[in-house]
């Protein structure tokens, strides 16, 4: 319909609405790419185009969100935190994430920025409550914002969510909290960046709502997200 000679996307296999294939014209063959920023690249075969390692050369802007942010932490190193998620199913329990910003307080002396997005609020205000002292809430935040807060800061931690692949783009070390999403396909790209995951015994894969009792993602212990952000802080130095 858009009038183009040739429509070029994934091939069948590697569809997550197998119908989609027949809008296209060509399906080239991905290779080894599990990760949907290697897979996007590799659709650059179908005019001829070999890309190597990804890069995200982007401008981040210094925002008043952003100066409010580092204003809020008292201008320190600090951590920022994202509890929310889109999918409840992806959500750890913000009195985890709260017991994590402690964690992080004792080890590197570092308070952390809770970041919320739309009707999430008191999700983020429930870590903050939880954290004793350690955690203060951010300013609200549009989408650049994120970016620049994000990339101010020391490390992430989040779930399979928007902030989370923002933090990778721009660099920030990563520590990747995943339940019924794939780390192989919708991780952090960078080998670098830790993944606790419980997906291995996930029994609503892709899916937006558990159909258990609590979601997979509870399973993940605190001091084995604590243990992943000082593996990681101290890899990046």
Request: glycine share 8%; proline share 10%; charged share 20%.
């Amino acid at each position: 319909m858009a009038g183009a000679n040739r429509t070029i996307g994934f091939p069948q296999e590697h569809l997550r609405e197998p119908m989609a294939r027949a809008f296209y014209s060509d399906a080239p063959e991905l290779g080894p790419a599990s990760h949907v920023v290697h897979k996007n690249l590799a659709l650059l075969r179908g005019v001829g185009v070999e890309v190597g390692e990804p890069t995200f050369p982007l401008e981040v802007p210094r925002t008043p969100a952003v100066e409010a942010a580092e204003a809020l932490v008292g201008a320190s190193p600090f951590a920022l935190i994202n509890p929310g998620a889109a999918w409840p199913n992806k959500r750890w329990p913000p009195d985890r994430f709260g017991a994590v910003a402690a964690a992080i307080r004792d080890r590197f002396g570092w308070p952390s920025l809770v970041l919320w997005g739309p009707r999430e609020e008191a999700l983020a205000s429930a870590v903050v409550s939880a954290s004793t002292g350690a955690a203060v809430l951010s300013p609200p935040t549009a989408i650049v914002d994120v970016f620049g807060i994000a990339k101010a800061a020391r490390i992430v931690i989040s779930g399979d969510t928007g902030p989370l692949h923002i933090a990778a783009a721009v660099g920030t070390p990563v520590v990747a909290l995943f339940g019924p999403t794939k780390a192989e396909r919708n991780g952090p790209w960078s080998a670098a960046d830790v993944v606790v995951a419980r997906t291995d015994r996930c029994q609503c894969l892709y899916e937006r709502q558990c159909r258990l009792a609590a979601p997979c993602i509870n399973e993940i212990p605190i001091e084995e997200v604590v243990s992943a952000v000082v593996r990681r802080v101290e890899a990046h130095g």
